[in-house]
């Protein structure tokens, strides 16, 4: 190209300006193919460009603050053609902003519990053994995507025991109990449960089953359910000190979110049941 060609061309530092984006990032969207000058002088190595291209970078840079990476900016700017290709990568990363949003939410609530913590003094959750009587339950049982999801299987299961011929009685217990041998953040195996003054014709995924008297170490969570991670580990210091052996631990939801909303009543007794001593 002939130096009077350049005319009609921006130097590299005039269309950084044009545009607000640094030479270095500029050089950074050539090297991976979104912006490539118009014309590199071959003796100088200055880049220039074209006045249109503004617009153009213009765009990566707005889809740079939406979040796309540089591979899927590229997928973008080649899909501009295509209604419905553009539609689809759009929604998608619509998808995954919901999804960090939500993320970030949850390290918010959790930096607002771990600021809580560190501030107070630790508190006496009163671990101790009891012994629970025999009972029939009316049980429902599956794997769930999160420990959150537990609301699922409660709007199911009280769905399905008004269908059935069961009864309960007044002051019955209810509550949860979670199978899994180890932690798990995801495919969580629970089990809700109510119960019944007797044995009941339950119907599949119903179950109805007696479960037999039981000691078990508790301990009495009062409040949301932030704090349970403080009352598990109280109630580890408890069998590890009597070298107690424990079952599956499960929920007694004294006061819950199916009877009042407002979490500052709720009253969940934590139980393991004691397997050997």
């Known amino acids: 190209m002939e130096a009077n060609e350049t ?14 984006i640094s030479v270095r ?15 590199v002088d071959p003796a100088s190595g200055y880049r220039y460009f074209d006045a249109q291209q503004i617009g153009h970078a213009q765009l990566i840079i707005g889809l740079r ?45 959790a930096l607002a519990v771990m600021s ?14 009891e012994s629970l009587p025999a009972m029939t339950v009316a049980s429902l ?7 959150a999801d537990e609301g699922e299987l409660w709007r199911e299961i009280m769905s399905r ?9 007044a002051g019955g217990l209810a509550g949860a109990t979670f199978y899994d041998p180890e932690y798990r953040d995801a495919n969580v195996d629970i089990a809700v449960w109510v119960q019944t003054t007797a044995q009941f014709d339950a119907v599949d995924p119903l179950e109805c089953h007696d479960v037999p008297a039981q000691d078990v170490v508790v301990a009495t969570l009062e409040g949301d359910y932030s704090q349970m991670g403080a009352v598990t580990a109280a109630i580890g210091e408890y069998l590890a000190e009597h070298s107690i052996e424990a079952g599956p ?18 009253v969940t007794d934590v139980c393991f049941p004691v397997l050997a001593l």
């Open 161 to 169: 025991v008004a269908e059935s011929t069961a009864t309960f009685p």
């Open 249 to 266: 631990m499960f929920n007694i939801y004294r006061v819950g979110p199916g009877s009042d909303p407002n979490p500052a009543h709720w």
């Open 141 to 147: 049982r599956r794997t769930v995507g999160t420990f």
């Open 65 to 109: 603050n939406a979040g796309f990476s540089i591979e899927q900016t590229r997928a973008v700017l080649a899909a501009r053609g295509d209604v419905s290709l553009l539609s689809n990568l759009l929604a998608d990363q619509s998808q995954r902003l919901e999804a960090e949003h939500e993320q970030v939410a949850e390290r918010v609530r």
């Open 7 to 20: 005319n009609g061309l921006l130097r590299i530092g005039v269309f950084s300006r044009l545009t607000r």
């Open 116 to 129: 809580a913590t560190l501030r107070e003094k630790p508190m006496n959750y009163n671990v101790r053994t």
């Open 25 to 39: 990032m500029i050089r950074h969207y050539q090297d991976n193919g979104l912006l490539e000058p118009g014309w």
